[in-house]
C-alpha cells in the first residue's frame, strides 16, 4: 500500500548541530509540506513543494531549509539546531489534482534541541 | 494572509450528546475547507471537507457547516461516543489542490467525550 513515512521518529541533538529529517512518499505525489506542532499554536507550515525542484517558503521557514530532488523524497534541514526548534515535525503529502485533494500526513518526529 | 481563528481551545461533553466546534477565517477568497482529526501519537486525519460553493456536507454521524458572509464554519458530531476524543484542526486554503492549496491551520480543539 502506498503511505508517507517519516525518519527518525525521535531525535535528540544538540544547539548549534545540523539536523536533517527524512519525509517519503510512494503516492507519486506532486505536493509535499513540512508542519511544525507545538502546544498553543497547532500546526504552522515551513516549507512546501509543489514539484521536484520546487520549493517555498511557509510561515515559520527561519532556520529550515528543503529540497526536493525527486519526487518521493523532501527532506527538512534544521542548518543549526536551537532549543525554540524543539517540537514534532509533520510531513505531509498531497495530490495535485481537485479529485485527489486530500492532505496525508505522516506519523511525526520528535524533536528535543538541548 | 490568511488566519484562522478555532476557538475554544478544550470541549468535554457527555457520551451520546453532541458536540459543535466552531472555526472562523480572514481571507475571503479562501474557497476550501478541510477538518482533521488528530489521535494521540498520530498524524492528523481528514475527516470532512467543504468547498465554498457547498453550504452544509454530511458523513454519517458528522457535518460540516459553512457560512461564507461571516467568514465561519462548524463542525457538529452527533451522537459522540469515546473514540470521538481526540484533537481536531479546521483549516483553510485558497484552492483545493494544485498551487494554492497549501493550509492554514488553527490552533486545535481537544475533544473529550465522558463515558
Known amino acids: 500500500d502506498a503511505e508517507i513515512t517519516q525518519s527518525p521518529r525521535h531525535k535528540i541533538t544538540e544547539t548549534g548541530r545540523q539536523v536533517t529529517l527524512a519525509c517519503h512518499q510512494t503516492?507519486?505525489?506532486?505536493?509535499m509540506f513540512w508542519y511544525r506542532q507545538d502546544l498553543g499554536h497547532g500546526l504552522r507550515l515551513i516549507h512546501y513543494s509543489y514539484g521536484v525542484h520546487d520549493t517555498n517558503k511557509g510561515e515559520v521557514s527561519d532556520g529550515y531549509s528543503v529540497s526536493r530532488s525527486n519526487t518521493e523524497d523532501l527532506p527538512l534541514t534544521l542548518e543549526s539546531a536551537a532549543s525554540s526548534q524543539t517540537s514534532v515535525y509533520f510531513c505531509a503529502s498531497q495530490g495535485f489534482s481537485g479529485s485527489n485533494h486530500e492532505q496525508f500526513f505522516g506519523p511525526g518526529t520528535r524533536l528535543t534541541v538541548l | 494572509g490568511e488566519n484562522v481563528e478555532q476557538h475554544p481551545s478544550t470541549l468535554s461533553v457527555q457520551e451520546g450528546d453532541s458536540a459543535v466546534i466552531k472555526c472562523t477565517y480572514s481571507d475571503s477568497a479562501s474557497n476550501y475547507f478541510p477538518w482533521y482529526k488528530q489521535e494521540l501519537g498520530k498524524g492528523p486525519q481528514l475527516i470532512i471537507d467543504i468547498r465554498s460553493n457547498v453550504g452544509e456536507k454530511k458523513d454519517q454521524r458528522i457535518a460540516v457547516t459553512l457560512n461564507k458572509t461571516a467568514k465561519h464554519f462548524s463542525l457538529h458530531i452527533t451522537e459522540t461516543q469515546p473514540e470521538d476524543s481526540a484533537v481536531y484542526f479546521c483549516?483553510?486554503?485558497?484552492?483545493?489542490?494544485?498551487?494554492?492549496?497549501?493550509?492554514?491551520f488553527g490552533k486545535g480543539i481537544t475533544l473529550s467525550v465522558r463515558p
Open positions: 483549516a483553510a486554503s485558497l484552492g483545493v489542490a494544485g498551487a494554492n492549496s497549501k493550509l492554514t
Open positions: 503516492w507519486n505525489h506532486n505536493n
